[in-house]
C-alpha cells in the first residue's frame, strides 16, 4: 500500500476508534439563510481525516462547542462536495445558540457521521419525490443535491417544500435555481403568505393533487415537524406507494450518536444508528416512531 493510502487507513481507523472524540473543524463560511438558521461550511482541519470524512445524505454529525456542549446537527451538503460539510442550523439552545456566535475562522469539534442516510444506490434509477417542512429541507437539500450532481441515474424528480412564512423559506437562492430547471419540478407553498409572494398557500399536503406518481418506480422522501408524517405518508400512500418505498428521517433527542447511551430509543431500535432514516415500512413496526 502506498504511504497515502496507510495514512488514510490509519486516519479512518482514528475516526472510528473513538467515536467520543470531537475532531476540530473551522468555520470556513458562514451565511445567515433566516433570522433563525444559518448555514455553516465546516473544514476538518486534519487532511488525513478530512479525506477519511465520508458520509451519506440523511446521516449527522454531533456538533460541539468546547466548554458547551454537543448538538446532532443533519450534513446538508451532497456526499460528492469534497473537504466542506455544509450545515444548516438553527438557533434553538444552548449548543446552536453558542455556535451562531462564532465566526468565521473560529474552530468547533465534530464527531461522526452518524446513522443511517437514504439509500441513495437504490433510488437510483427511479422516481424521487421530496416532501420538507421547515428545517426538514436540511438533509433532504444533501440528498437533492447528490442527485443534482448524477441527475442522468434519476427519472422525475419532484420537490415540495412547505415554510410558515416567505421569511422562513431556507435556501431560496437554491429554490430559484431548481424552479427555473426543467428537471426538477418543484413546489413552495407557505401557511402566511406576504405581499411579495407568488408561490401556493396552504399545507404541503395541498401540493399533491398537482403531482402525478407512477408508484411502481418512485421512492419518497419526507423529513420536517413530527406532525406532517401522518399526513405526508397518507398522501403518498393514497398515491399507491409501498409502504418500504417512503423513507422518512426522524429527530429524537439524542447524545452519544452510536447506540451506547440509549437517549434516542424508538420502540426497540435506536434513531441514532437504525435510523435517523426509517422506512415507514419499518416505522411502522417501531412504537411511538410516528
Ligand atoms: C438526527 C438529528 C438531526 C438534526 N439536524 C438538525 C439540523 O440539521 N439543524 C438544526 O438546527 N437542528 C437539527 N437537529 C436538532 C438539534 O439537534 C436540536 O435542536 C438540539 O437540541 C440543539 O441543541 P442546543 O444545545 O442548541 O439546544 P438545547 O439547549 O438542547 O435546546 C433546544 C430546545 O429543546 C428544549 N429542551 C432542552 N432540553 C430538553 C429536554 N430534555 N426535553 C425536551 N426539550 C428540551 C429547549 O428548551 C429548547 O427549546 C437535529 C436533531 C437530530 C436528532
Not at 427555473?180 to 408561490?199: A, I, K, M, S, Y
Not at 402525478?212 to 406532517?228: H, L
Request: net charge negative; charged share 25%; hydrophobic share 40%.
Amino acid at each position: 500500500m502506498n504511504p497515502t493510502a496507510v495514512r488514510r487507513l490509519a486516519a479512518y481507523e482514528q475516526l472510528s476508534a473513538n467515536p467520543y472524540r470531537p475532531w476540530p473543524a473551522r468555520i470556513t463560511s458562514i451565511t445567515e439563510l433566516t433570522d433563525k438558521e444559518t448555514l455553516f461550511e465546516l473544514r476538518l482541519i486534519d487532511d488525513d481525516v478530512r479525506d477519511a470524512f465520508k458520509f451519506e445524505s440523511g446521516q449527522f454529525v454531533e456538533v460541539s462547542i468546547f466548554g458547551v456542549g454537543e448538538a446532532p446537527i443533519s450534513i446538508s451538503s451532497a456526499p460528492s462536495k469534497q473537504g466542506f460539510i455544509e450545515l444548516c442550523v438553527r438557533n434553538a439552545g444552548d449548543v446552536t445558540g453558542a455556535l451562531h456566535s462564532r465566526q468565521c475562522g473560529d474552530i468547533v469539534g465534530l464527531r461522526g457521521p452518524f446513522g443511517r442516510g437514504f439509500p441513495f444506490e437504490e433510488m437510483k434509477g427511479n422516481d424521487v419525490l421530496l416532501v420538507a417542512g421547515g428545517l426538514g429541507i436540511a438533509p433532504l437539500k444533501s440528498l437533492i443535491n447528490h442527485i443534482h450532481d448524477t441527475r442522468h441515474e434519476f427519472g422525475k424528480v419532484t420537490i415540495l417544500y412547505g415554510s410558515r412564512s416567505p421569511e422562513e423559506v431556507l435556501f431560496a437562492r437554491q429554490f430559484d435555481m431548481w424552479r427555473h430547471r426543467d428537471d426538477f419540478d418543484l413546489h413552495l407553498t407557505v401557511d402566511q403568505p406576504d405581499e411579495t409572494w407568488d408561490g401556493d398557500v396552504g399545507l404541503v399536503t395541498n401540493l399533491f393533487e398537482r403531482v402525478d406518481v407512477d408508484p411502481a418506480k418512485t421512492f419518497g422522501a419526507i423529513c420536517g415537524p413530527p406532525v406532517m408524517y401522518k399526513y405526508v405518508v397518507a398522501e403518498m400512500r393514497a398515491k399507491g406507494m409501498e409502504a418500504d418505498r417512503i423513507y422518512v428521517s426522524f429527530e429524537r433527542r439524542m447524545k452519544c450518536g452510536f447506540g451506547k447511551c440509549g437517549h434516542c430509543g424508538v420502540g426497540h431500535q435506536y434513531a441514532c444508528i437504525d435510523g435517523p432514516v426509517f422506512n415507514y415500512w419499518e416505522a411502522m413496526n417501531l412504537q411511538e416512531a410516528m
